[in-house]
C-alpha cells in the first residue's frame, strides 16, 4: 500500500511516554501512513503532540509546543494538529477551549481513539508492537500504568489513575519482539515498578516477571527504574543478586530522609526504614549502583531536616542523585492542605548545596574505578569517541564512558573496557584487548 500521508509524532516528558509514542507509530506505521518523530520535516502535514504534565517545567514545555504547532496550522504548514498525553489528560476542556487550532485532545489511555482520529484503524494484534526511537540496542518497557500511593506532591495519581498492571504474558511477548529486532538492553519502567501484579495476581510479581525476562535470548542486560522504598519486596532483591542479566543498579526516589517530611510527603515508610533498605541492598547486591532523587523546599522542611539529608546523603555516597524543587501542582494533598513556605531563593540555595556535595562524591566515586575492566555498551559515535555505558549507567539520565578505539566500534557492541580516566561525571577508557 502506498504510503498517503506523513505523521510528525512529538514526544515531551518521561521514558513513559516514550513509549506510548512507540506504539502509536507501530499502528501508524503498519497502515498508509509514513512516520517520523520529533522531526522539522515541512512534509509532515499531520502532528501529534504526546504531552508532560506533571511539573511546572514540564507543562511550560508542553504548551510551548502546542502554541507552536498551532501558529504553524494558522499559517497552513500542517493541515492537521492532535494533543494526547499528560497535559491533555488533566487539562482537556481548558485547553480546548484556549487553543481551537487543535482538531481534538485525547487522554493517557485513548491510543485506539489517536489512531482512529487520523483515519487508520486500531488493530489489536499490533497493540505489543513498537516503532523504536531509541537506538536500536536499547529499549523501555513499561510494565504497568498509574500509581496508587497518593504521595503528597505527586499529581501522577490525578493523571494516570490507579495502578494497571500489564499481563505478564503480554511483557514477555513485547520483550521478546524487541529482541527480535536486536535490543540488547531492557529498562524496566513503571511510576512502580514494586507494585507490579498486585491488581492481576494478588501479590507483588515483579521478581516472576524479572526472572521470565532474563530467560529471553538475545536480551543481555535488564535494569530497573522507579522502585519504591515502602515495602520493597525481598525477592526483587534476590533477582538484582543472583540474575547474571539484571544490572547491578536500581533507581529509587527516595526523596528525602527526615521523619518530618516523609510523613509529610505521605511516602508510607520513615528514615530508619530507608536508611535500613540502602543497607540491605549494599549488602545483598555487591557494587550495586544506586540512583535516587530527593526533594527539597517542601512545606514544612526546617534547616534541621535539610542538615539531615546533607548527613544522609554524605553518609550514603550515592553513585547517581538528582534534587528537585518542591512546585506545588493543583489538585494534590500538598497543594490542597499545605502552605508552600520556603522561598526560591531558598530551595535553589538547598539544591546546590546537595548537588555540589554530590559532584564530590561522584568524582571520587569515579576515580576509584579507574584501572578497573569493566562491560560498556556503545550507545554511538561522536568525535574520536566511542560513546557507551557500564552496567551502572542509564540512557540520558546517568555518566557516560568515552572510548578511545583504534578499531571503529559500532553502536550495539558490549565490549570489556579499562577505565584510564574519570571526572565528575564522565569516565574514560579504551578496549581491554588493546592494552600493551
Given at each position: 500500500?502506498?504510503k ?17 509514542s ?33 511539573i ?106 490507579k ?48 526472572r ?14 522507579y ?12 533477582v538484582?543478586?543472583d ?14 530522609i527526615?521523619?518530618?517530611?516523609l ?23 555487591p557494587g ?50 499545605l ?12 539544591i ?57 566500534l559500532t ?26
Amino acid at each position: 500500500m502506498a504510503k498517503t500521508h506523513k505523521i510528525n509524532i512529538v514526544t515531551l516528558g518521561c521514558s513513559k511516554n516514550l513509549v506510548d509514542s512507540e506504539h502509536l507509530m507501530a499502528q501508524l506505521a503498519d497502515q498508509r501512513f509514513e512516520i517520523v518523530h520529533d522531526s522539522n520535516d515541512p512534509s509532515a502535514r499531520i502532528v501529534i503532540i504526546n504531552t508532560c504534565g506533571f511539573i511546572g517545567d514540564a507543562k511550560e514545555e508542553s504548551i510551548n509546543t502546542i502554541l507552536s504547532f498551532a501558529a504553524a496550522r494558522t499559517r497552513g504548514e500542517i493541515d492537521h494538529l492532535f494533543v494526547m498525553g499528560c497535559l491533555s489528560e488533566r487539562y482537556r476542556d481548558e485547553l480546548r477551549d484556549e487553543i481551537p487550532e487543535v482538531d481534538s485532545f485525547f487522554g493517557v489511555r485513548d491510543l485506539a481513539d489517536v489512531v482512529r482520529a487520523v483515519g487508520a484503524e486500531y488493530r489489536d494484534e499490533l497493540a505489543g508492537s513498537r516503532h523504536l526511537t531509541t537506538p536500536l540496542h536499547y529499549a523501555y518497557l513499561k510494565i504497568s500504568e498509574g500509581c496508587n500511593w497518593g504521595c503528597g506532591y505527586c499529581a501522577i495519581p490525578l493523571i494516570r489513575g490507579k495502578h494497571i498492571s500489564v499481563p505478564m504474558e503480554e511483557l514477555v511477548a513485547e520483550a521478546e519482539g524487541l529482541a527480535a529486532q536486536g535490543v540488547k538492553e531492557l529498562i524496566v519502567i513503571a511510576q512502580d515498578t514494586t507494585y507490579y501484579g498486585i491488581d492481576l495476581y494478588g501479590r507483588r510479581a515483579l521478581a516472576d516477571l524479572l526472572r521470565r525476562l532474563c530467560r529471553i535470548d538475545g536480551i543481555e542486560w535488564i535494569r530497573l527504574h522507579y522502585a519504591y522504598p515502602a515495602h520493597f519486596p525481598d525477592d526483587v532483591i534476590e533477582v538484582l543478586r543472583d540474575e547474571p542479566k539484571m544490572c547491578p543498579y536500581l533507581d529509587i526516589p527516595l526523596q528525602h530522609i527526615a521523619d518530618s517530611q516523609l510523613k509529610a510527603m505521605r511516602r508510607g515508610i520513615n528514615g530508619a526504614e530507608t536508611r535500613a533498605l540502602v543497607r540491605r541492598l549494599r549488602k545483598e547486591v555487591p557494587g550495586i549502583a544506586i540512583r535516587t532523587t530527593l526533594i527539597v523546599g517542601y512545606p514544612g522542611e526546617t534547616e534541621c531536616d535539610f542538615q539531615e539529608l546533607i548527613d544522609f546523603v554524605r553518609e550514603t555516597r550515592f553513585e547517581r542523585l538528582g534534587v528537585f524543587a518542591y512546585c506545588e501542582e493543583e489538585g494534590t494533598y500538598s497543594a490542597l492542605h499545605l502552605k508552600d513556605d520556603i522561598s526560591e531563593e531558598e530551595k535553589q540555595r538547598r539544591i546546590d548545596t546537595i548537588m555540589s556535595l554530590q559532584r564530590e562524591i561522584s568524582l571520587e566515586n569515579n576515580q576509584q574505578r579507574v584501572g578497573h575492566i569493566e562491560p560498556v555498551i556503545i550507545d554511538r559515535i561522536e568525535g574520536e569517541y566511542a560513546v557507551g555505558r557500564t552496567r551502572h549507567d542509564s540512557p540520558e539520565v546517568d555518566d557516560e564512558v568515552l572510548v578511545s578505539s583504534s578499531e571503529p566500534l559500532t553502536p550495539g557492541t558490549i565490549l570489556q573496557v579499562r577505565i584510564t580516566a574519570a571526572d565528575d561525571y564522565d569516565l574514560y577508557g579504551e578496549p581491554a584487548h588493546e592494552e600493551n
